[in-house]
């Protein structure tokens, strides 16, 4: 059966498109088509046009991810899939850029980039994966929807603690930890410190978790405020701010309670069994992760993450190790905030984070390499579904030990030793000789023949 591969390039209310065929020479010059409904039903006659041209083939479309603009035109081609033989993938514009630039291709168009697209789909056929629904698009954009709430309402809080420098500097001492509720509500009656001053210590006591030993010392201390901001836009603009910041918690703890109850799926409730992992953490992970079946092996995953140490070594040189922070930062916030938690309420990661610093690491290294080993965790729990257990990690790094102790053997060398007679540099040369295995195992110590000599007084 022949095959044919459409891709198409996705911009902002229109996109292009070309049809190559297995050669990668185009069957379908390309053309371009808006993202309207004349343009679907343009995009879905073309189509039928052309597979009955051409009976008895199969036709590959793929769209790339581009933050949503996608998804009219992916769901349009799904449609074809009912009915015809089209297959529609959805994939990552970094594969696809990777592989445009292994042509060295100079210039780059929506043309250009449709054709990438199609390429892509002839040269890694076997890395992608047609008709993939996502059951998770939904929690996804509301989990970014809570977060852009958030972000802003960090961004009024702050706003809030730089007016209150100057209308009302007392109350920032009650603010070292956030905002809190009551300060927010009593900002709405007494926005100024010459208003909280003539408040009277019943009117004060009435809001939640301010008792009148706290109204009393509120109002002291505004008799005697430093404030200079005494004006009405001042005034206005604290009430204002104060607000916001109320009205946007109560519409975020509205989308977390349904988000949470749209997500009550076992694997939360498997990851919360560890300590330090929140129901909003869990189903953070669980979006990220979304099937643990997706990934081979923990490295994928780590890798996913952007976890893993990425480093170079060429030749005689080596660069880099460190954490390569590559894809999306939420996860690795989400990673970052439970390790923080976790040092402190668990004995496991708490061990692992001093052994790291007794090394040399300083915390934020340390920080890093507890957060690859939680993720490690998070794998072992949701491949083998089966909750936490500080034992069974504590038994896996026995056994490694116990594997990492026999010698090791240089497998890229079982053709050929080591030659001496090799024209190699000195650097190279020093890094052979500590390859070999010393002549008196009982003497040594990691390839040291001799003992360091205690410094002199």
């Known amino acids: 059966m022949q095959s044919f591969f459409l891709g198409a390039d996705v911009s902002k209310g229109y996109a292009d498109f070309v049809i190559l065929n297995e050669h990668k020479q185009p069957v379908v010059q390309n053309f371009q088509l808006d993202d309207t409904h004349r343009g679907h039903q343009r995009l879905l006659d073309i189509v039928n046009g052309f597979l009955k041209q051409h009976p008895g083939t199969a036709l590959f479309a793929a769209v790339e991810s581009t933050g949503g603009y996608e998804n009219n035109w992916y769901h349009c081609l799904q449609q074809l899939h009912h009915s015809l033989d089209v297959s529609v993938a959805r994939l990552n514009p970094l594969g696809v850029t ?20 199609a390429e892509y789909l002839i040269t890694h056929s076997e890395k992608v994966a047609y008709q993939r629904r996502d059951p998770w698009a939904g929690l996804k954009k509301q989990w970014g929807f809570i977060k852009m709430l958030t972000k802003q309402s960090t961004q009024l809080r702050n706003q809030l603690e730089s007016l209150l420098y100057t209308a009302n500097p007392e109350l920032i001492r009650y603010c070292k930890d956030g905002v809190p509720t009551w300060v927010l509500k009593l900002l709405l009656k007494y926005p100024t410190a010459v208003q909280l001053a003539r408040a009277k210590v019943s009117a004060l006591a009435k809001i939640p978790y301010v008792s009148e030993k706290r109204a009393r010392e509120l109002i002291a201390g505004a008799k005697h405020s430093v404030a200079s901001a005494t004006d009405a836009v001042s005034k206005n603009l604290v009430q204002d701010t104060a607000r916001q910041i109320l009205s946007q918690k109560q519409v975020i703890d509205a989308q977390t309670t349904a988000m ?69 930062k939420e996860p690795r916030r989400i990673l970052f905030l439970t390790a923080l938690t976790a040092i402190r309420c668990s004995p496991l990661i708490r061990d692992i984070f001093e052994e790291h610093l007794g090394r040399g690491k300083c915390k934020m290294d340390a920080i890093g390499v507890c957060m690859h080993k939680i993720l490690r965790i998070i794998y072992g729990m949701l491949k083998h579904n089966t909750a936490f257990d500080p034992q069974v990690d504590l038994r896996n790094r026995e056994r490694n030990v116990d594997s990492a102790a026999a010698p090791a053997k240089d497998k890229t060398r079982r053709f050929l030793d080591y030659d001496p007679q090799a024209p190699i540099s000195s650097r190279q040369n020093k890094k052979r000789l500590e390859r070999k295995q010393p002549q008196c195992a009982a003497n040594t110590t990691d390839g040291v023949i001799a003992a360091v000599p205690e410094p002199v007084a």
Do not use: W, Y
């Open 98 to 117: 990777h592989n445009s630039k292994a042509k060295l291709q100079r210039n780059r168009t929506d043309k250009i980039s449709a054709c990438s697209v």
């Open 260 to 328: 949470l109850a749209r997500c009550s799926i076992p694997e939360v409730a498997l990851l919360k069994t560890f300590p330090g992992i929140s129901d909003l953490s869990a189903v953070g992970l669980m979006l990220e992760i979304q099937a643990v079946d997706r990934f081979g092996s923990v490295k994928k995953l780590a890798s996913f993450f952007g976890l893993h140490p990425v480093f170079k070594t060429s030749g005689d040189g080596q660069s880099g190790f460190k954490m390569s922070k590559q894809g999306r």
